[in-house]
């Protein structure tokens, strides 16, 4: 298995509340990525980071923001929680020259 | 139009047939093809990826593109039980940048009986 863990792996909120997951990867691959999978629509791309501070947005980043302070750490804080943000959290790592991503095994939030 | 199609099953086959799964797409810039294994409430798996047209065999599994149709397909061959799972295509482009965002399919799920 590639080396990228996610805490908390389950987390139960309620509305309004702030929430912080973190993915932390042992690779050293400097791209890392946030995705949510939702019933329906598949795997969407949250945001996704080419480097230590340097972060981007994908198709779904309304309510999220990143940091990345170091190589191994790629944090996702969803501001205010809503319900539509119920879902599945996937982190993901790619090297940027071999051509594959690799997932971490995800964390189910549920936002009441 | 969704920029990747897959059907989402179930597919339902008996252990030791052929199974074909397939995703169509209509974007023409996508140059890597993924396929992903994902066991009920797990992450996904990297099972095979390729850049552009052609096809890969690795033991019992063949990914296969042709960019001309923009269709993939992921075939198994002598399928067990324990290939029963959700499989997702997923596509990127090639940016100069190095990083790789994926565009999934919705992913089809595969239950092979013993």
């Known amino acids: 298995d590639a080396g990228i863990t996610q805490s908390p792996r389950h987390k139960v909120t309620e509305t309004g509340t702030p929430v912080t997951l973190r993915c932390h990867q042992t690779?050293?691959?400097?791209?890392m990525y946030w995705y949510r999978q939702d019933p329906g629509h598949g795997l969407r791309l949250i945001h996704y980071?080419?480097?230590?501070?340097?972060?981007d947005k994908g198709e779904v980043s309304d309510g999220y923001s990143v940091s990345r302070s170091k190589t191994e750490d790629f944090l996702l804080t969803l501001e205010s929680a809503t319900s539509s943000q119920t879902s599945v959290y996937f982190c993901?790592?790619?090297?940027?020259?071999?051509?594959?991503?690799?997932f971490g095994p995800g964390t189910r939030l549920l936002v009441l | 139009q969704k920029e990747v199609e897959q059907d989402p099953g179930p597919l339902s086959v008996p252990e030791g047939a052929i199974v074909s799964l397939n995703c169509t797409y209509s974007?023409?810039?996508?140059?890597?093809f993924m396929w992903y294994r994902q066991y009920s409430r797990k992450g996904p798996e990297l099972l095979m990826y390729?850049?552009?047209?052609g096809n890969k065999e690795d033991g019992r599994f063949t990914a296969q593109v042709d960019k001309s149709s923009k269709y993939i397909s992921l075939f198994i061959r002598d399928s067990q039980p324990s290939d029963s799972a959700t499989y997702l295509c997923?596509?990127?482009?090639?940016?100069?940048?190095?990083?790789?965002?994926?565009?999934f399919g919705k992913g089809t799920m595969l239950l092979v009986s013993p």
């Open positions: 993901a790592i790619s090297d940027g020259t071999s051509g594959r991503t690799d």
């Open positions: 690779e050293n691959h400097r791209y």
């Open positions: 980071s080419y480097g230590v501070k340097d972060t």
């Open positions: 974007n023409s810039a996508f140059q890597y």
């Open positions: 390729t850049y552009s047209s």
């Open positions: 997923a596509m990127s482009e090639i940016p100069g940048a190095g990083y790789s965002t994926l565009t």
